[in-house]
């Protein structure tokens, strides 16, 4: 059933996609305004064609043999192609809207197309599917680089469609996976979860199934403790924001240790367990933007897409992988860190998304930059969120941010420090480098001048760079700062223009909210 709904769902947006198309062509024969340029016209009528041309064929399903279907792969892969090279044009917040949707129905009709493909292959019928893993993994991988790349773009699709494309697409797999004697669904496949009214509700064993290793191989000392609260209201937090101690700094850094005790990710659907992680990614299915390395200002770091899967299995918990045992034999020193930083997975991933709720203190207001207001940001309508997971050993250096933060510990253990505003001026701030502007990270390494972290052999400092370093370490040590180690529920409330370095040192999941 649920696969000849997904099935007509493709062929409906197949449909909308082609008449969306001839309307714009006819639109620009007939007149010319700055509107149909915002359009998908502004990719070209050319490329407007071609797309229409492929929605035409795929709305009728005219596949009658592979010719017809490898030219039509073809033509997919030129349009994704073409608009992909549009992205490196531009930084992604001035990327013309209309090459992400040009990419986003090209990924939908690609998307339509193996799953036509898939039921070719196998001789099933329009009431089932059964998908192999390479197949299910392309077509997963097809919607989620929409999401990632794209931002699923789109005048009547986008993130809804693709959203309900993937609801539909596991509804259907889940149905055709094999059960253990017992009804449910084997551990190597997603995990079958009941309903409980409009809910999910964690099977039987979930609470009982494995959690990540707790193994902290460093944590540093806390020299000056952030104050941890307990019961603070709205009003006592709106107050606190106020009416702080200096006026001149404005409010300052806290914990809060009971704001999320209730959340679904903290009780019921444990993210701490990387069996419900897997339910809740198409199996590890789903993929994922991670950044490879200790630090994104380090030698040497890099970005790559990865399925959920990999991350987990090849990063963060290698007793998931078949080869655990080999791998569980090299140094942690010869394994490259990847980090899933700032990541708005909770908007790629709904069901993530349920398990969590937004602080009631995200919806104060805070005050202006204490130091320099010409760092405020236009006000948000709601808070924005970013998912932070790795591994022990994932460092984001020391920085500030234009938002006030409340930074969300649900798995592991995370040592923060901070400095205020007012020592802006000894953070020693990067400014542009290679056309990127850096101007809200420090140039001074926190790991190494506490000598906490040694460079690689590779990369090992000059006498020039040694003494540059010492005297940087002199001259940190004279700036007061705050630390602490948050524990699994805690939450730190970052003023903003703050300057704060995080490492993790177990495997730790956090939420980010940034609201103004």
């Not at 979930?206 to 403790?225: G, R, W, Y």
């Not at 630090?295 to 770091?301: A, H, I, K, L």
């Not at 790559?304 to 998931?320: A, E, N, R």
């Not at 006030?404 to 923060?416: A, P, R, S, T, W």
């Amino acid at each position: 059933m649920a696969y000849r709904q997904l099935l007509q769902f493709c062929q409906d947006a197949a449909h909308q996609i082609r008449q969306e198309c001839d309307e714009l062509l006819l639109a620009a024969e007939t007149k010319s305004s700055p509107q149909l340029q915002q359009s998908l016209l502004g990719c070209g009528p050319a490329l407007v064609s071609l797309l229409s041309r492929q929605a035409s064929v795929l709305a009728r399903l005219e596949l009658r043999d592979t010719s017809t279907t490898d030219l039509l792969a073809k033509r997919l892969e030129d349009i994704l192609s073409i608009s992909y090279s549009k992205f490196y044009c531009f930084l992604f917040k001035d990327l013309p809207v209309y090459w992400r949707q040009l990419y986003t129905d090209a990924c939908i009709l690609k998307f339509h197309l193996l799953l036509f493909q898939a039921t070719s292959a196998t001789g099933s019928d329009q009431g089932t599917m059964f998908l192999d893993e390479p197949v299910l993994a392309e077509l997963v991988k097809t919607l989620d680089l929409a999401l990632i790349l794209a931002g699923a773009a789109g005048e009547q699709r986008g993130r809804i469609w693709v959203g309900k494309a993937l609801d539909l697409l596991h509804e259907a797999w889940t149905s055709t996976q094999p059960e253990n004697d017992d009804g449910s669904v084997r551990p190597t496949k997603r995990a079958k979860l009941a309903e409980k009214g409009d809910e999910l509700s964690a099977p039987v064993d979930m609470l009982s199934a494995a959690s990540f290793s707790t193994f902290q191989p460093f944590t540093p000392p806390v020299e000056n403790p952030i104050p941890r609260h307990r019961a603070m209201s709205v009003e006592a937090f709106q107050t606190y924001m106020d009416s702080p101690s200096d006026s001149n700094l404005g409010p300052e850094p806290l914990i809060f240790t009971d704001l999320v005790e209730e959340w679904p990710a903290r009780t019921t659907h444990p993210w701490c367990k990387p069996f419900y992680l897997l339910s809740r990614t198409f199996g590890g299915h789903r993929l994922v933007p991670v950044e490879i390395g200790r630090s994104y200002v380090d030698e040497g770091w890099g970005q790559k897409l990865i399925t959920f899967g990999t991350l987990l299995q090849d990063y963060i918990d290698p007793s998931l992988s078949p080869d655990h045992v080999a791998q569980s034999d090299k140094s942690p020193a010869s394994k490259q860190i990847a980090y899933l930083a700032q990541h708005p997975l909770l908007t790629q991933l709904p069901a993530l998304r349920n398990d969590i709720r937004i602080p009631d203190l995200c919806y104060t207001s805070p005050p202006p930059h204490p130091t320099d207001s010409s760092k405020d940001q236009p006000e948000v309508d709601e808070p924005m969120l970013n998912a932070w997971f790795g591994p022990p050993g994932t460092i984001t250096p020391l920085h500030n941010d234009p938002y006030h933060n409340l930074l969300v510990q649900v798995v592991g253990h995370k040592y923060v420090r901070l400095y205020s505003p007012l020592h802006t001026e000894q953070m020693h701030a990067r400014g542009k480098e290679d056309g990127v502007e850096m101007g809200n990270t420090s140039s001074l390494d926190v790991g190494a001048l506490e000598g906490w972290d040694r460079p690689a052999e590779d990369q090992q400092p000059s006498p020039d760079e040694q003494a540059s370093e010492e005297m940087m370490r002199k001259a940190l040590k004279d700036v007061p700062y705050v630390d602490c180690i948050l524990n699994p529920g805690d939450t730190l409330y970052i003023p903003i223009g703050w300057w704060h370095y995080v490492r993790g040192l177990s495997v730790s999941f956090s939420v980010s909210f940034w609201w103004n």
